[in-house]
C-alpha cells in the first residue's frame, strides 16, 4: 500500500514570501504525484503534478520537487498571496490509476 | 460551463435512513470517483467507475452503494449499514482511468442527525 503524510499541519507565511509544504511518502513504487489546493467548503483543485522519472516541475508561481531517493516531495509557492490560503494535499498514485493516496493537508496561513 | 456538480451542498439524515448524493459531470469522462473527507484525513476513496454500467469498491465501500446507468451521473447511496456517515463528501471525474488530472465537485457534508 502507501501512505502520505505531511509535515506539518497548518503553515503560517508572511505576505509575498515563498511557501514550503512538505511531503512523504511510503512506497518507491508510487510513479506519480499531484498537489491539490483545497479552499475552505470546496472541492480540491488540481495545482500541479510530477512523474517519477522528473526530480523537478514548474508552474505559474509553483514548483514541485521530487526526492525519490528519500521519498519526498515539496510544493514551492513564490510570492505568497493571500489568495494562496488554503489546505494543500498531495497525493501519490501507485501504478493503478485508480490508486491515489492523499495525504491529510497542510492549512496554509498567509498573514497580511 | 462544463464541470462536476454535487448536491445539495449541505444534507441531514435521521439516523437509520439512506439517503442518495448526486454527482453529475458534463465534461464527456469516463471516470468518476466517490471519496470521503473526514477531519484530520485524507480523501479516502469509497468507489469509482470507469465506465458506463461498470463500477468497483473503493478502500471504504462497506455502507455504500453507486450506479452508473448514465455516462454524467454517478450517485451514491450512503445506506443505514453505515457505522460513521457524517462527513464530506466530494465526488471526481477523470476524462479516462489512466488520465492523471481528476476534477473535484465542491463537496455534499452529510450531516447525521
Known amino acids: 500500500g502507501e501512505s502520505v503524510g505531511l509535515h506539518l499541519p497548518t503553515l503560517s507565511v508572511q505576505e509575498g514570501d515563498n511557501s514550503i509544504i512538505n511531503c512523504a511518502y511510503s512506497n518507491s513504487a508510487s510513479d506519480y504525484f499531484i498537489w491539490y489546493k483545497q479552499e475552505s467548503g470546496k472541492g480540491p483543485q488540481f495545482i500541479i503534478d510530477?512523474?517519477?522519472?522528473?526530480d523537478k516541475r514548474q508552474g505559474q508561481r509553483v514548483t514541485v520537487l521530487l526526492n525519490k531517493t528519500v521519498k519526498h516531495l515539496s510544493l514551492q509557492i513564490a510570492a505568497t498571496q493571500p489568495g494562496d490560503s488554503a489546505v494543500y494535499f498531495c497525493?501519490?498514485?501507485?501504478?493503478?490509476?485508480?490508486?491515489?493516496?492523499f495525504g491529510t493537508g497542510t492549512k496554509l496561513q498567509v498573514i497580511p | 460551463d462544463g464541470g462536476i456538480t454535487q448536491s445539495p451542498k449541505y444534507l441531514f439524515r435521521k439516523e437509520g435512513q439512506n439517503v442518495t448524493l448526486s454527482c453529475e459531470q458534463n465534461?464527456?469522462?469516463?471516470?468518476m470517483y466517490w471519496y470521503r473527507q473526514d477531519p484530520g484525513q485524507g480523501l479516502r476513496l469509497i468507489y469509482y467507475?470507469?465506465?458506463?454500467?461498470?463500477?468497483q469498491k473503493g478502500d471504504i465501500a462497506e455502507g455504500y452503494s453507486v450506479s452508473r446507468e448514465k455516462k454524467e451521473s454517478f450517485p451514491l447511496t450512503v445506506t443505514s449499514a453505515q457505522k460513521n456517515p457524517t462527513a464530506f463528501y466530494l465526488c471526481?471525474?477523470?476524462?479516462?482511468?489512466?488520465?492523471?488530472?481528476?476534477?473535484f465537485g465542491q463537496g455534499t457534508r452529510l450531516t447525521v442527525v
Open positions: 465534461l464527456n469522462h469516463d471516470a
Open positions: 510530477i512523474r517519477s522519472n522528473m
Open positions: 497525493a501519490a498514485r501507485v501504478g493503478g490509476y485508480q490508486k491515489v493516496t
Open positions: 471526481a471525474s477523470k476524462e479516462g482511468p489512466s488520465n492523471t488530472e481528476a476534477f
Open positions: 467507475s470507469q465506465i458506463v454500467n461498470d463500477f
